[in-house]
Structure formats: structure tokens, C-alpha cells
Nanobody, 112 residues
Framework: QVQLVESGGGLVQAGGSLRLSCVVS??????MGWYRQAPGKQRELVAT???????DYADSVKGRFTISRDNAKNAVYLQMNSLKPEDTAVYYC????????WGQGTQVTVSS
């Protein structure tokens, strides 16, 4: 059974930093990523990374967020710097390309 467990969300002031973690059990996936969903909005891609380290970012987070992974731990991370109030959302970890496997979500709130 595949499980994704996220951690690291919280409340931070604008300009601050947070680091999200997602540990996957039950399978290994070549592609992993982070998505977010703000109230009243659709879920959107934040960043993805392949097992080979190829990264992709949403334009809105380029230069501020960094996605990384530890293949030995089957984990993916999202370092978020220079946070803005518009980054406030529930952040979800996704494993694989199909959209079948998601974490439970972790709340990130950025105050102005």
C-alpha cells in the first residue's frame, strides 16, 4: 500500500522560510512533486522532480522555492524562501505521473 506522509507546514511571516517534507512508503516513483490549493482555487503545480534530478517549477515560485529528493529515503522536499501571502495554501505531495497517489496535505499560511 502506497502512503505519502507530509510534514513541515505552519504559519510564517512574509519573507520567511519553511521546509516541507514528504516520505513515501510502499513503492518507488520516478516523478514526485508538490502542488498547492488555495481557498476557492484549483490545485496547481508548484514543483516537480524526477529520479534523475530534473526539476520544473511554476513561474510564481521560481527563484524562491527549491525542490529536492533523497532517493535512499524515498522522500521529497520543498524549501520555500521569501514567502509571500499569496503562497498561502494547502500543499500536497504527489508521487508518480498518474495522479493516483497524493499526501494528505499540509497547511502553509503566510501572514503579511
Amino acid at each position: 500500500q502506497v502512503q505519502l506522509v507530509e510534514s513541515g507546514g505552519g504559519l510564517v511571516q512574509a519573507g520567511g522560510s519553511l521546509r516541507l517534507s514528504c516520505v513515501v512508503s510502499g513503492s518507488i516513483f520516478s516523478a514526485m512533486g508538490w502542488y498547492r490549493q488555495a481557498p476557492g482555487k484549483q490545485r496547481e503545480l508548484v514543483a516537480t522532480i524526477t529520479s534523475g534530478g530534473i526539476r520544473d517549477y511554476a513561474d510564481s515560485v521560481k527563484g524562491r522555492f527549491t525542490i529536492s529528493r533523497d532517493n535512499a529515503k524515498n522522500a521529497v522536499y520543498l524549501q520555500m524562501n521569501s514567502l509571500k501571502p499569496e503562497d498561502t495554501a494547502v500543499y500536497y505531495c504527489k508521487a508518480g505521473y498518474s495522479g493516483r497517489y497524493w499526501g494528505q496535505g499540509t497547511q502553509v499560511t503566510v501572514s503579511s
